[in-house]
């Protein structure tokens, strides 16, 4: 099973930005669809933002879009969220997910189709 760790979350203020990233183990991660999912109190886990293994397709829930920017690079093993104009209802802890299974070089938009998951990093965007 691949590990993953987020950093970059943190307190903001509305209006600003953050990058998260996501820096995986293994000699595989080219071949991993990757997703960040965010968890409010309260609520289920929700897909933001997916990514193809080449990274030449995307994915983002209609919501962020716009605002919100998945990247990879495969040579550092590493996926990024990056994520602008930050609105106080965006607060939520961030997971990265990986798809070890991808058929076709997609996005994975299916959460349960995800087998691997990081601890979360914190985001909070106060008003």
């Known amino acids: 099973q691949v590990q993953l760790v987020e950093s970059g979350g943190g307190l903001v203020q509305a209006g600003s930005s953050l990058r998260l990233s996501c820096a995986a183990s293994?000699?595989?991660?080219?071949?991993?669809?990757m997703g960040w999912f965010r968890q409010a109190p309260g609520n289920e886990r929700e897909l933001v933002a997916a990514?193809?293994?080449?990274?030449?397709?995307?994915y983002y829930t209609n919501s962020l879009k716009g605002r919100f920017t998945i990247s990879r690079d495969n040579a550092k093993n590493t996926v990024y969220l990056q994520m602008n104009s930050l609105k106080p209802e965006v607060t939520a802890v961030y997971f990265c997910?990986?798809?070890?299974?991808?058929?076709?070089?997609?996005?994975?938009?299916?959460?349960?189709?995800?087998?691997?998951w990081g601890k979360g990093t914190q985001v909070t965007v106060s008003s």
């Open positions: 990514i193809s293994w080449s990274g030449g397709n995307t």
């Open positions: 293994g000699r595989t991660f080219g071949n991993f669809a």
């Open positions: 997910a990986a798809d070890r299974g991808p058929l076709c070089d997609l996005p994975t938009i299916f959460g349960s189709a995800y087998d691997s």
